[in-house]
């Protein structure tokens, strides 16, 4: 009934989207202060249960569920997932299913999408917000934000920015990437600025950990993207090679760059570079050619470094992780240059990219599908963010003596690494 290799194959790749997020607790955690490690890899880890919640109570649903009549929003018809087991029962009864693998097996792939995203988020307010104001944010997030873009993008017929608008992202450009990483703006800026930003150096605090964090996401996106492809198919070995290839390229860039400006090239810049190039070919992976990914993760790399080193500076904006100048910059120009280099033949629309077509069409639709993406998720945010803050005496912010403590001590009574005096 069922196609058993491509079964195992989505079973494989939703393992591997799954271990993304605890890789990227070791990547932030080794980004973060020594004193705010333990906060900062907990806020991570606190997405797992978060989304592991609201994505079965609602959060499946909301995205996919209903009868596809809503360009906005699935429906209610699968709260709780009542109803999966009989589903599966039925399958194993011998009923006929119009599909290859148990569809089951999607809600946890794209639990594991759901939650990376969300975690991804955390990183921008890293050492001086309230860890049950994150989660009470997330938890509202996951539930009322990241579902309906879902939809929007992956519904199917009748979806507002993937079937009206015709903007194409095939593993969560606009998904996952943007909404994470202007949703971190959006709470960075509301939160305000840690202190000594601006007048202090925030270095990382253990690099090993920052580039055993950024091996784990690599060796997750391999399933995050070819498993995108839905099937084990050319298309996902398509996206496995691109992805491959993006974020090989998008690390040597940034150290080109990192060279060219600062004199050194970091394990911390091949490790960021490696992640940005993983971020643009997302949108893009099973519709360009190996070819265009080389050049996607050489374009990125430089984008995103000087959003990082330069725009934020400029701005004064504190996104303490830079959740927003490598994800959401990432993934605004890995979208715009899926609309130069889409092959044809390999869109989910009519149109191509202009550089096969002459025509800029699937360009605009790019552009279109982004701003639509960015507006939904900045208005939604403040609204959330708002109530949240009002439900939290006003401030989502610790207090200046528990930030200065450091809140692996302040928030958890935890530390990474405690003075040995015999008791430890």
Avoid at 138 to 147: E, G, H, K, S
Avoid at 242 to 247: D, F, I, M
Wanted: glycine letters at 16%; a negative charge.
């Amino acid at each position: 009934m069922f196609d058993t290799g491509t079964t195992g194959f989505m079973l494989v790749c939703a393992a591997l989207v799954f271990v993304m997020t605890p890789g990227l607790a070791f990547f932030y955690g080794g980004l973060s202060r020594r004193k705010n490690v333990v906060n900062t890899m907990a806020m991570v880890f606190a997405s797992i249960g978060i989304v592991g919640v609201t994505w079965t109570v609602c959060g499946w649903s909301f995205a996919y569920g209903g009868d596809g009549s809503s360009p906005f929003f699935g429906g209610f018809d699968q709260l709780g997932l009542l109803g999966s087991a009989q589903g599966i029962l039925g399958e194993a009864a011998g009923e006929t299913v119009d599909a290859t693998y148990p569809g089951i097996v999607d809600v946890a792939f794209q639990m594991a999408f759901c939650m990376i995203t969300t975690a991804i988020v955390t990183g921008a307010v890293a050492g001086r917000v309230k860890f049950g104001a994150v989660c009470a944010f997330l938890a509202a997030w996951t539930a009322l934000v990241y579902p309906p873009l879902a939809h929007m993008v992956w519904g199917g017929e009748g979806s507002l920015i993937g079937d009206v608008i015709g903007a194409l992202d095939f593993a969560g450009g606009d998904v996952v990437h943007i909404s994470s990483g202007l949703t971190g703006l959006v709470l960075c800026l509301l939160a305000g600025r840690r202190k000594g930003f601006g007048v202090m150096s925030y270095r990382p605090h253990n690099v090993p950990f920052v580039a055993l964090g950024a091996a784990i996401l690599w060796f997750g996106w391999f399933g995050f993207n070819a498993g995108s492809a839905f099937a084990a198919d050319g298309v996902a070995a398509l996206a496995l090679v691109n992805t491959a290839v993006a974020s090989g390229a998008g690390l040597a860039s940034w150290m080109l760059v990192e060279r060219v400006r600062a004199g050194k090239p970091t394990l911390v810049g091949a490790a960021t570079g490696l992640v940005a190039g993983l971020v643009a070919i997302t949108p893009a992976a099973g519709f360009v050619e190996p070819w265009a990914a080389v050049v996607m993760g050489l374009v990125v790399s430089p984008v995103c470094y000087l959003s990082i080193s330069a725009l934020k500076r400029r701005l004064g904006y504190d996104d303490a992780l830079d959740a927003f100048g490598c994800h959401a910059v990432g993934g605004v120009t890995g979208g715009l240059l899926t609309g130069l280099f889409c092959v044809p033949g390999l869109s989910w629309t009519d149109a191509g990219g202009l550089f096969y077509t002459g025509d800029p069409s699937l360009l605009a639709s790019q552009a279109v599908g982004i701003l639509v993406a960015v507006a939904f998720v900045g208005v939604a945010d403040i609204v959330l963010a708002f109530v949240v803050k009002a439900a939290f005496k006003g401030s989502l912010r610790v207090s200046d003596q528990e930030e200065a403590q450091g809140l692996d001590v302040a928030a958890h009574g935890e530390s990474a690494y405690p003075a040995y005096v015999g008791l430890d």
